[in-house]
Every structure is written in C-alpha cells, then in structure tokens.
C-alpha cells in the first residue's frame, strides 16, 4: 500500500512540475484586477509575481486589506513586524486581544 501511495505522489508531483514549466514558458501572466502583464521571458515573469503584484496593485481587494492591517498594527517590514508580535505577546492585555493583532501581523508577514 505504501509503494502505491509513494508512486502515486511522485507522479503528482512530477505532473505538477511539468504543468509549471509549461506555464512558465508560454503563459502570460496577467492581473485581473488592473490588467498588468507578465509575459514569458520578462524579468517579472515567475511563480511569485502576482504575490508581488498585489502589494503595488491598488484595484486588488488584498492591497486595501494589506494597507488596512498595516494601519491597525502600525508596522509594515518583517522586522518591524516581528519586533511588534514579540512586544504584544509580552503586554499585559487580554489573550483574545493579543490574538487578533498576532493573526494580522502573521498575515502581513506571509505577504511581505
């Protein structure tokens, strides 16, 4: 059962890398939001691209998220940001309290 289940996961995967490359050559990666493009070959073009793209794109629904947590826990670098969650879990305040800043700091440092 074992060997069924690993070969069965390295084909996924392996399917999953030959999807990527085949987008990664041929794909024009393209906002929906503003209509900024990425085509192949550019030095933007790549898996992370529209990650990136969306700290700058001011139509897209998760830069104004961004910028509205940035705005409640008042720091935007990762250092910045780690500095802040080490000081909330060191305040006297309540746990709830301390949770909902932790989780926005977590969320802006996955996106940072």
């Known amino acids: ?37 990425y085509p192949p070959g550019s030095p933007t073009h790549g898996a ?10 001011e139509k897209h629904p998760m830069f104004k998220m961004r910028k509205a947590l940035i705005g409640l826990v008042g720091a935007e670098s990762i250092n910045e940001l780690k500095g802040m969650e080490f000081a909330i879990r060191t305040l006297p305040a309540p746990d709830v309290d301390k949770i909902a800043i932790i989780n926005a700091i977590n969320v802006l440092l996955e996106t940072a």
Not at 3 to 22: C, M, P, S, Y
């Open 1 to 37: 059962m074992n060997e069924i289940i690993e070969r069965l996961t390295k084909e996924r995967d392996e399917a999953r890398e030959w999807v990527n490359r085949l987008q990664k050559e041929t794909q024009t990666l393209t906002c929906v939001y503003c209509g900024m493009e």
């Open 48 to 57: 992370n691209v529209l990650t990136n793209h969306i700290k700058v794109c």
